[in-house]
Every structure is written in structure tokens, then in C-alpha cells.
């Protein structure tokens, strides 16, 4: 414990924080405007109604337990997922198959705990190139596995596996339209016709194929299959294709070539067309019906007519068919940001990717495509989309708004590139596909980028000019410098701006058309009318300066001098303090697909009149971010990116490479394999964060180190974070970008970021609020454990920060739900929005929950007595103040004035001459005892007053003056005071 001691009264509210190695629970939160990216291979458990996975091809697998008003991300280093990467389930929860996209790979794999882990299975016929995984949903041991053009069947759980079918047509592979499981009988639909096996798998028969003449013409196969049994009788139904038009592999985006929807009665003659009802502009892709209605089945794909998804139900066994997803002024379906009308309109969805009927409900169903989640419980006769809060969304049955701020519940498929702060809570994101976001709320609801005026399909990168004016750099190209974009013939036909804006973010105008990708931007430090632009093209490419920045579009750009060796490919621009320029230029290939050497760290001190190629070997091709570490004051300590590349030797060279002397000399302090970027903690040199392109996010806590270590971050489940951004308010505060799961943020809390104590100086960080006579209490923690602050004019909390910093954070109405549960034995309330409680000694229960963020500047408290801070006591909890704490005095002038506010609730005399309320809930029975006074008013209870003005009032006086009163179940008012010594606040002596 630390030996800071001060006396003084204290009165007001108490807060208590989660120890920082509690608050795993809500570790790297996903944040985001929901949705955005293409959503494939749905599946619904037949044992939990509410359960759907949904994989996409950025190789997220996204679950929901609640039928998607919450989705989570698995895990990546268990299961990736992709297209056609349906999670299978069993006849028992815990037995789960799939195909795991890890490593870019099809790896059939099972779970034996419910999904939490998967292992791949002991025989994969395929050798990690499975294309299809169906599992019986009446065992656990019968899987069918497809590859290019073979079928594999396996009796014993995947421990061994038989061939069963091979394509007909290896061009086109084997593609598996669907199976229908029913005991020894196993009917597999494929573009090879029915395959059906009698004795349980052993065998199965082409026994009724297309060219048998059962209904079906020659030239069409079957591209989504589905089946039922009721009554004894078994139905069958097909989508079709033309026969050239179905390959292993295709999805929903294929469409165009649909033929019909067939159905057959088992055994009661032959497949027979069924499409009435389904319009010339309507294109069925997949078909779904649960098990046991034959009756009730959907169809899903694309609206033509109205470039939008479509699902289509029959009652009747497909004597007739309706439209049910009705996207015409959104006649059925509750709506996110995306609808008719909204922000992006039907046709960003398109088609259906993926679509799922429950196996149990036929009332239940999801469709999702290329940007949205949309469920069903009502048979289809209403929808709602599964991806935004649903305290966001927008009625069925009118247009859907546009500027609406939405927030995001997990479901978050997109590629994000660059965050920026505008004052304390305006953020500004950098996305593929919805071009960007804007939130006003720090992070928590967002407006997209459409509805901003941002004009591409990608923003990448955005600063903030000395005026406060805003600049963004896009691009129609998107995923610049990924490995699907990397050659001239992918980049040169793109085009890009720069756009500025002067209402943070809140609208945007044009700047300047390069007619080429535009990627990074950079505003010279010493001449605010100098700006740079990263420009990409394979011969107009380069690094673009304006010297007369203020003449806005008016504004001349010119190219500056070509590095050597470069071909057009810039990335990052810095202007250091002395002006040199610092930028990398990152991969290319060829028209044959080889890199070229055209890649590195360049450097100009003249303006860039010319470069000196200062890269290291190992940059030649595939360089990524390059770093200035701020916490070199010469500014000679930079960190460059590197991806591992193909094709040409040495191509083990990414990793993380660092220089000392600006790039004369480089070493390589990381060696994994494909590293994004890095970015250093704001305050502490030694810590920094690391992204990957497939082995997630890494930190290394001696950054400083001649061999730094980095360790994976278990907490973060995604494979390719992009880029790392300490909230510049909140330092504690990390984000993360992503390629293709959206944004995340940690409240790290300085658990790790902490230097040890002994080596601390401590002081105090924030603008604590100070009226009249309203003193605090703050105890100190241990450390990596929150403080305690006491104010009642503010409620406010404190936490020990990074290099030993008392961070002062404001909390907000959003923060106050549930309070109830955070009352401990010692009466400390816990402030927090669905918080939970975990207690830490029996004496200590501490408040898993967010922070707000901390407020700037720094007072520097550093006391040696109460007059030189009269607003501020700290204790240590600690044997000595045992007789302190029975010292304690309640102050009637607060009880009394509620007394007032409150109307006459009624104040009685506690037998010790202190007042306090009674009639309002219970009393606090053992807990007022003569060292510790409680006081709590239940806001929901009749006697409370009845004017807003007196619960303002009421509100007001208890420093929640700016929050709405029906957020609170009921405020824990705690009085004490406390005479001790006084001591002089000890300062620690700061690391060498």
C-alpha cells in the first residue's frame, strides 16, 4: 500500500472500478455501425432456436445466442470462417462439425465443448481442400465431406473416411446443393443429380440422376437442395441451374443462371416444376424447410427488378408461391442503416449469400447478403435486421432515414484503415465498402459513411489541419496493398480524391480529383499551407505536395521527385521536425504476378527534390507502415512494416524492423511473418502493439529492448488487425482496426502499462471539478487497480494510469444501469451499463465495466498540507484507520436538503442524533452502523417526487445533473469524515 496520508472532510458519492485483471470479461469490445460485408454460410441449431453461426469471406465466424440482437466473434485461432464454412450441428450441443478456412486452407474440424475449441479431424481426405461438410443431424459420427470433385463419407466421428462419389465433371468439381439425413437413408442433392445411400453410407447410388429422365432437364443441375418428412412421407426440393453454370464453390452471387424450383414426393412419381407465383425478375439460389413440415418451405436469392434480396414462402407444398420479404418502402421487414430509403439502399445487399431455415421452426429463418443479417420468427410475414441494436432500428412499413447514428452488436464485417479523434468524443473511421463512419458519442453509435458525403468506396487515411479543418484521402480501389491488390492492372483504373471537411466530419467536400488512389495524407508541422498526398498508380504514382494548401480547390499540386527503385506504389508520408520527409512505398507485382523490388523506407531532405533509399534489404518488396517513435526527440527512431512475400528468394523477410540512424542501419526485431504496422504506447516507450495479417494482434512490453519479445493477445479474436490508435483523451483507451471484423476497442487500464510503483512518481491528471466547500476522498489502489474518488458535484472516477498518472474520468448516464448489483458489503456503489460485480477480498467488490475516457491537463497535485490542496484527501486502507472510519460524522445539511427537494418523504432520527430517509425501499439494516452511514433513494418508488423539477433538483444536488433520473434504479449516498495526520505526498523517483 502506498504512505500517502491527508486529513480533511469528505461528503458525496462513492465509485468503485474493476481491478484492471478483471475486466477481461469485456476485453476488445466490438464497436461499429454493424454489418457492411458479405455474410456466407448460415446455419440454425436445432437445439437452441435463438443460435445461428454466420461466416464471411474475411474469414470471421460470427455466432448469436439470442437470434441476433448480440453476435459473437470466434475465436480465430479455433475456427475461420469463408465461404461454404457452415458450422454442422449433431444430435448432441456439444458435437459440432466444420470446414475451418484457417490459413486460406478448407480443414474439415470438429468441437467437442460446443464450439469453444475445434480440432481438425484425424483423416482429412482432402487434404485440407474441403469444399463441403454435412453432418447427420441424428448422430455424431456420420460425416460427408466433399474436395474439388470427390465425396467422403465417415461413419466413426472423421477418424476415417471412404470416397462414395466422384464428379462426373472434374472441370466443374462436385458441388453438394444440400443432404437430407434419415437413419440408413442419405439423400445427397449435387450438380451429379440425387446420390442416395440405403445402408446408412456405406454406399451410396446415382440412382435417380438427371439423365434418367425424372422430371428434370439434362442441361440442369441441382444448386441448392432441401428435404422434410411428415406423416411418413418424404419431400423433396431443388433450385436449378443451367448444368455448365454450377461449379464446386459457387455462391449466391451467381444467380443469373436459374432455371426453376422442382419438388418431389419420395417414392410418388417424379420431380415436377413448382414456380408459381415466382416472377420472370426473381432468382431463387438456395432452398430451406425444416425437418419435420413438408409443407412449408422458402426460397431465397435476388429481386432483379429491384436489385435487392428476395425470399419467397409456400404453404402449400409449392402449388403457390409469395413474396415475403417485402423491400418496397421496407413493407415488412424492420430495418438498420440499410433499407429503402436509408443510407445505403437495398442494392448494397443485392442478393442472398446465405440463407437458413431453423430444422425445428419453420417459422424461423435468416437471410443474409453481400452487407446485412435479416431474421424472421412470423413464417416471413415480418422481418428485422439482425445487426444493429434494436434500440436503432427503424419501423417496418415507411422508408428508412438517412444521418441516423446506429450502434453496432457484434455483427461487424468490414475493413477499417485509419481512426481520428476531432476534441473529445467525435470519431472519425476510415472504411472499405461503407467508405467511413462518424460518431459523436465516442465510439459507441455511428452515421455512415454515405450519409457524410464521402465519395468512394474506400477512405483511408485522415488528419487534422492546424485550423481544425479535416482532409481524407479515398479511393475507388479498396484493400490497397493487400495481396489481392497489389498489380497495376487492379490500381491504374482507380480513382481518388481528397476531400475536406470544416464541421468535423459531419459533411465533406471535394479538394482536389488525382483521377488515382489516393491513400495517405500529410500536413507539414512548420508550414500549414504544405500538404502531401500518397498518389497510387503504376506511372502517375508518387508522393504530390500543394504549397498553397489555404486556396483550398484552387490549389496547385505537383509530383515530386520519383525514389529510386519505386514504381508507384507510395503508402506512408512524414514530415519530421527539421522537414525531412520519411515515406514508404509497399508491394507491386508484375502481368506475371512476381514482386517487383519497388518497395522500402525513402528519404528526402530537400523537399523532395530527390530520395535516398534508405531500406533495408528486406524491404524491397512488401513494406507496410513506417513508425516515427515519438519518444525520441531527434526523431531518428523509426519502425517499418514488413509482409512476408512470394515467388523469389528471400521471401521469409516480414516482421518488424527498426533503425536508430533514420535508415542507415536496420535491424529486425520481430520475425512474423506479415506484419501491418506497430504503433508505441503515448507515454510508456517500452510497450507497443503489433498487428498481423493472420496471426492477430501482439504486444511487446520491452519495445526498447536490443531483442524486444512479443506476445499474442489472447483477448483479441480476430486474425488481421490493421492499425492501432490510443484514444488521444484516454490513454488507457485502445482501438483497432481491422481487414474485415470492423473496429475494437480495450480499456486496457494500464494493468500492464504500469511501471512498477516503486519506481513511480506520482501525480495527480484531470480537471477535478471544485465548488464550495465539496471536498474528495480518493484512495489509493495497488497497482493496476482503480481509485476510488468521492466528489458530489461531479461524479467522477479515478484510476492509476500509465507512468504512475491518477487519471480523473467524468461517468455518463449510459454507465448507470443495473446499480443495484454493485452494492457491496461495504456499500461502495458501482456505476456501469449491463456491469456485473466480481468481488476482490471480502471487503473490496470492485465493478467490471467501462471507462468514459480521462479528462485533459495536468494539475500536478503534489500536497503537503490542506491548504496547499483543499480539495483533495487520499488514505490507505490500512489497520490505523480502524478508529478513523468510527469517527465518522453524517451531515444532516445534505439529508436534510433531499428532505426538501424530496417533498416530504419523510427524514427520521437513527437513535444517534443523524438523519436519514426511511420509507424509501428497505433499509439498510445492519449496514448503518455507527462507523459507516448509508443513505439510498429508490427513484422508482411512488413516494419519490413527483415533479421533474424536484428529481432534477434531487439529481442536481447529487452531481448527476446532466443525466436522465429513469437511468437510475436508485442512488447509494454514502456520508463519512475522516480525521488523520497530515503527510506530504510522496514522489517516487522515475525510471532511468
Same mark, same amino acid.
Given at each position: 500500500m502506498s504512505g500517502i496520508r491527508m486529513r480533511g472532510l469528505s461528503l458525496g458519492l462513492v465509485v468503485a472500478f474493476c481491478t484492471l485483471t478483471m475486466c477481461a470479461a469485456w476485453a476488445w469490445e466490438s464497436r461499429g455501425i454493424g454489418g457492411g460485408g458479405a455474410f456466407y454460410s448460415a446455419t440454425m441449431s436445432p437445439h437452441n432456436t435463438q443460435e445461428i453461426y454466420l461466416a464471411t469471406d474475411m474469414s470471421a465466424l460470427f455466432q448469436t445466442e439470442d437470434f441476433g440482437s448480440a453476435w459473437t466473434t470466434v475465436d480465430f485461432r479455433q475456427y475461420q470462417g469463408g465461404i461454404d464454412s457452415h458450422v454442422r450441428f449433431t444430435s448432441n450441443p456439444s458435437v459440432l462439425y466444420g470446414v475451418n478456412r484457417a490459413n486460406d486452407a478448407g480443414t474439415p474440424s470438429k468441437s467437442t465443448d460446443g464450439g469453444a475449441t475445434w480440432v481438425p479431424l484425424a483423416s482429412d481426405p482432402t487434404y485440407a481442400e474441403a469444399f463441403s461438410l454435412n453432418a447427420d443431424p441424428g448422430s455424431t459420427q456420420r460425416v460427408l465431406v466433399s474436395g474439388w470433385d470427390e465425396l467422403f463419407f465417415s461413419g466413426d466421428g472423421g477418424a476415417s473416411f471412404n470416397s462414395v462419389h466422384t464428379a462426373s465433371n472434374p472441370g466443374a468439381g462436385l458441388h453438394i446443393a444440400g443432404v437430407f439425413w434419415d437413419g440408413d437413408d442419405i439423400f445427397v442433392g449435387s450438380n451429379d443429380g440425387m446420390l442416395v445411400s440405403n445402408d446408412g453410407g456405406l454406399t451410396f447410388n446415382p440412382c435417380i440422376t438427371f439423365s434418367y429422365g425424372m422430371g428434370i432437364p439434362d442441361d440442369e443441375a441441382m444448386v441448392s437442395f432441401a428435404g422434410g418428412k411428415e406423416g411418413g412421407q418424404r419431400r423433396f426440393f431443388a433450385v436449378t441451374m443451367g448444368e455448365d453454370d454450377i461449379w464446386a464453390g459457387i455462391t449466391g452471387s451467381e444467380f443469373w443462371g436459374y432455371r426453376a424450383v422442382y419438388r418431389i414426393d419420395w417414392g410418388i412419381g417424379a420431380w415436377e416444376p413448382v414456380t408459381s407465383g415466382i416472377t420472370a425478375?426473381?432468382?431463387?439460389?438456395?432452398?430451406?424447410?425444416?425437418?419435420?413440415?413438408?409443407?412449408?418451405?422458402?426460397?431465397?436469392?435476388?429481386?432483379?427488378?429491384?436489385?435487392?434480396?428476395?425470399?419467397?414462402?409456400?404453404?402449400?407444398?409449392?402449388?403457390?408461391?409469395?413474396?415475403?420479404?417485402?423491400?418496397?418502402?421496407?413493407?415488412?421487414?424492420?430495418?438498420?442503416?440499410?433499407?429503402?430509403?436509408?443510407?445505403?439502399?437495398?442494392?448494397?445487399?443485392? /442478393?442472398?449469400?446465405?440463407?437458413?431455415?431453423?430444422?425445428?421452426?419453420?417459422?424461423?429463418?435468416?437471410?443474409?447478403?453481400?452487407?446485412?443479417?435479416?431474421?424472421?420468427?412470423?413464417?416471413? =410475414?415480418?422481418?428485422?435486421?439482425? /445487426?444493429?441494436?434494436?434500440?436503432?432500428?427503424?419501423?417496418?412499413?415507411?422508408?428508412?432515414?438517412?444521418?441516423?447514428?446506429?450502434?453496432?452488436?457484434?455483427?461487424?464485417?468490414?475493413?477499417?484503415?485509419?481512426?481520428?479523434?476531432?476534441?473529445?468524443?467525435?470519431?472519425?473511421?476510415?472504411?472499405?465498402?461503407?467508405?467511413?463512419?462518424?460518431?459523436?458519442?465516442?465510439?459507441?453509435?455511428?452515421?455512415?459513411?454515405?450519409?457524410?458525403?464521402?465519395?468512394?468506396?474506400?477512405?483511408?487515411?485522415?488528419?487534422?489541419?492546424?485550423?481544425?479543418?479535416?482532409?481524407?484521402?479515398?479511393?475507388?480501389?479498396?484493400?490497397?496493398?493487400?495481396?489481392?491488390?497489389?498489380?497495376?492492372?487492379?490500381?491504374?483504373?482507380?480513382?481518388?480524391?481528397?476531400?475536406?471537411?470544416?464541421d468535423a466530419g459531419a459533411s465533406w467536400q471535394l479538394l482536389h480529383d488525382f483521377d488515382h488512389p489516393v491513400i495517405w495524407l500529410c500536413v507539414d508541422p512548420d508550414d500549414s499551407e504544405t500538404m502531401y498526398a500518397s498518389v497510387v498508380h503504376s506511372t502517375q504514382g508518387g508522393i504530390y505536395a500543394t504549397h498553397n494548401l489555404g486556396q483550398g480547390a484552387s490549389a496547385t499540386w505537383a509530383r515530386l521527385a520519383v525514389p529510386p527503385r519505386t514504381e508507384g506504389h507510395p503508402l506512408c508520408i512524414h514530415v519530421l521536425e527539421d522537414g525531412t520527409l520519411v515515406a514508404s512505398y509497399s508491394g507491386r507485382r508484375n502481368s506475371s504476378g512476381?514482386?517487383?523490388?519497388?518497395?522500402?523506407?525513402?528519404?528526402?531532405?530537400?523537399?523532395?527534390?530527390?530520395?535516398?533509399?534508405?531500406?533495408?534489404?528486406?524491404?524491397?518488396?512488401?513494406?507496410?507502415?513506417?513508425?516515427?517513435?515519438?519518444?525520441?526527440?531527434?526523431?531518428?527512431?523509426?519502425?517499418?512494416?514488413?509482409?512476408?512475400?512470394?515467388?523469389?528468394?528471400?521471401?521469409?523477410?516480414?516482421?518488424?524492423?527498426?533503425?536508430?540512424?533514420?535508415?542507415?542501419?536496420?535491424?529486425?526485431?520481430?520475425?512474423?511473418?506479415?506484419?501491418?504496422?506497430?504503433?508505441?504506447?503515448?507515454?510508456?516507450?517500452?510497450?507497443?502493439?503489433?498487428?498481423?495479417?493472420?496471426?492477430?494482434?501482439?504486444?511487446?512490453?520491452?519495445?526498447?529492448?536490443?531483442?524486444?519479445?512479443?506476445?499474442?493477445?489472447?483477448?483479441?479474436?480476430?486474425?488481421?488487425?490493421?492499425?492501432?490508435?490510443?484514444?488521444?483523451?484516454?490513454?488507457?483507451?485502445?482501438?483497432?482496426?481491422?481487414?474485415?471484423?470492423?473496429?475494437?476497442?480495450?480499456?486496457?487500464?494500464?494493468?500492464?502499462? !504500469?511501471?512498477?510503483?516503486?519506481?513511480?512518481?506520482?501525480?495527480?491528471?484531470?480537471?477535478?471539478?471544485? =465548488?464550495?466547500?465539496?471536498?474528495?476522498?480518493?484512495?489509493?489502489?495497488?497497482?493496476?487497480?482503480?481509485?476510488?474518488?468521492?466528489?458530489?458535484?461531479?461524479?467522477?472516477?479515478?484510476?492509476?494510469?500509465?507512468?504512475?498518472?491518477?487519471?480523473?474520468?467524468?461517468?455518463?448516464?449510459?454507465?448507470?444501469?443495473?446499480?443495484?448489483?454493485?452494492?457491496?458489503?461495504?456499500?461502495?456503489?458501482?456505476?456501469?451499463?449491463?456491469?456485473?460485480?466480481?468481488?476482490?477480498?471480502?471487503?473490496?467488490?470492485?465493478?467490471?465495466?467501462?471507462?468514459?475516457?480521462?479528462?485533459?491537463?495536468?494539475?500536478?497535485?503534489?500536497?503537503?498540507?490542506?491548504?496547499?490542496?483543499?480539495?483533495?484527501?487520499?488514505? !490507505?486502507?490500512?489497520?490505523?484507520?480502524?478508529?478513523?472510519?468510527?469517527?465518522?460524522?453524517?451531515?444532516?445539511?445534505?439529508?436534510?436538503?433531499?428532505?426538501?427537494?424530496?417533498?416530504?418523504?419523510?427524514?427520521?432520527?437513527?437513535?444517534?442524533?443523524?438523519?436519514?430517509?426511511?420509507?424509501?425501499?428497505?433499509?439498510?439494516?445492519?449496514?448503518?452502523?455507527?462507523?459507516?452511514?448509508?443513505?439510498?433513494l429508490d427513484l422508482a418508488n411512488p413516494r419519490w417526487p413527483s415533479s421533474d423539477k424536484k428529481k432534477a433538483g434531487v439529481l442536481d444536488l447529487l452531481g448527476l445533473s446532466g443525466l436522465d433520473w429513469t437511468c437510475l434504479d436508485f442512488v447509494l449516498v454514502e456520508t463519512r469524515r475522516i480525521e488523520l495526520p497530515t503527510f506530504a505526498l510522496r514522489t517516487r523517483r522515475s525510471p532511468s
Open positions: 425478375d426473381q432468382y431463387p439460389f438456395f432452398v430451406g424447410m425444416a425437418q419435420d413440415d413438408i409443407d412449408t418451405v422458402y426460397v431465397a436469392g435476388c429481386d432483379a427488378g429491384a436489385s435487392a434480396p428476395m425470399v419467397f414462402r409456400t404453404v402449400n407444398g409449392g402449388q403457390s408461391w409469395t413474396d415475403v420479404f417485402i423491400t418496397l418502402h421496407n413493407g415488412n421487414i424492420v430495418t438498420g442503416w440499410s433499407g429503402d430509403g436509408g443510407d445505403t439502399d437495398w442494392w448494397y445487399g443485392e /442478393y442472398a449469400l446465405g440463407f437458413a431455415v431453423s430444422p425445428v421452426d419453420p417459422r424461423r429463418a435468416v437471410i443474409t447478403d453481400l452487407g446485412y443479417a435479416h431474421v424472421t420468427d412470423s413464417a416471413g =410475414m415480418t422481418w428485422r435486421q439482425a /445487426y444493429v441494436d434494436q434500440d436503432d432500428e427503424n419501423p417496418a412499413g415507411g422508408d428508412t432515414p438517412t444521418g441516423q447514428a446506429y450502434g453496432g452488436i457484434g455483427l461487424e464485417d468490414t475493413s477499417g484503415w485509419w481512426l481520428h479523434w476531432v476534441g473529445r468524443d467525435t470519431l472519425i473511421a476510415a472504411f472499405t465498402d461503407m467508405r467511413g463512419m462518424r460518431s459523436e458519442d465516442g465510439g459507441h453509435q455511428w452515421v455512415a459513411g454515405s450519409a457524410l458525403g464521402l465519395p468512394h468506396n474506400s477512405t483511408y487515411h485522415v488528419v487534422e489541419h492546424p485550423s481544425g479543418a479535416l482532409y481524407a484521402a479515398t479511393s475507388t480501389v479498396h484493400d490497397l496493398y493487400q495481396s489481392t491488390y497489389l498489380r497495376d492492372a487492379q490500381i491504374d483504373g482507380g480513382d481518388g480524391w481528397v476531400i475536406t471537411s470544416t512476381a514482386f517487383t523490388q519497388s518497395s522500402g523506407v525513402f528519404v528526402s531532405t530537400n523537399s523532395g527534390a530527390s530520395w535516398l533509399d534508405r531500406s533495408d534489404p528486406g524491404l524491397y518488396r512488401w513494406t507496410k507502415d513506417v513508425v516515427i517513435d515519438t519518444h525520441d526527440p531527434a526523431q531518428n527512431t523509426w519502425y517499418a512494416a514488413e509482409f512476408s512475400h512470394w515467388g523469389s528468394y528471400p521471401n521469409e523477410v516480414g516482421g518488424l524492423y527498426r533503425t536508430y540512424n533514420r535508415g542507415t542501419s536496420w535491424t529486425r526485431v520481430s520475425d512474423l511473418y506479415r506484419v501491418e504496422s506497430v504503433t508505441i504506447h503515448p507515454t510508456s516507450p517500452a510497450i507497443a502493439y503489433l498487428s498481423t495479417e493472420t496471426a492477430g494482434l501482439w504486444r511487446s512490453d520491452n519495445l526498447t529492448a536490443t531483442t524486444p519479445t512479443f506476445t499474442q493477445v489472447e483477448g483479441y479474436p480476430f486474425r488481421h488487425p490493421v492499425r492501432m490508435f490510443y484514444n488521444p483523451g484516454d490513454d488507457a483507451e485502445l482501438w483497432a482496426t481491422s481487414f474485415g471484423n470492423g473496429l475494437r476497442v480495450e480499456n486496457t487500464g494500464g494493468s500492464a502499462d !504500469v511501471i512498477p510503483r516503486e519506481a513511480l512518481p506520482f501525480h495527480l491528471e484531470g480537471a477535478i471539478p471544485m =465548488m464550495g466547500a465539496i471536498d474528495l476522498l480518493m484512495t489509493l489502489a495497488e497497482p493496476g487497480e482503480h481509485v476510488l474518488l468521492q466528489a458530489l458535484d461531479h461524479l467522477v472516477g479515478v484510476r492509476l494510469g500509465p507512468a504512475g498518472h491518477l487519471l480523473v474520468e467524468p461517468l455518463s448516464c449510459d454507465h448507470l444501469e443495473a446499480v443495484r448489483d454493485a452494492v457491496g458489503p461495504r456499500g461502495l456503489l458501482g456505476l456501469a451499463r449491463g456491469a456485473r460485480v466480481d468481488a476482490v477480498g471480502e471487503q473490496r467488490p470492485r465493478l467490471v465495466a467501462p471507462l468514459a475516457g480521462r479528462l485533459q491537463g495536468d494539475v500536478g497535485v503534489h500536497a503537503e498540507s490542506q491548504r496547499a490542496a483543499p480539495a483533495v484527501e487520499a488514505i !490507505v486502507e490500512a489497520p490505523e484507520l480502524a478508529a478513523a472510519w468510527r469517527q465518522q460524522q453524517v451531515h444532516a445539511s445534505l439529508v436534510g436538503e433531499l428532505h426538501r427537494l424530496g417533498g416530504g418523504l419523510g427524514a427520521t432520527d437513527d437513535g444517534i442524533g443523524q438523519r436519514h430517509f426511511d420509507g424509501i425501499g428497505r433499509r439498510a439494516g445492519a449496514r448503518y452502523r455507527q462507523e459507516y452511514r448509508q443513505f439510498r
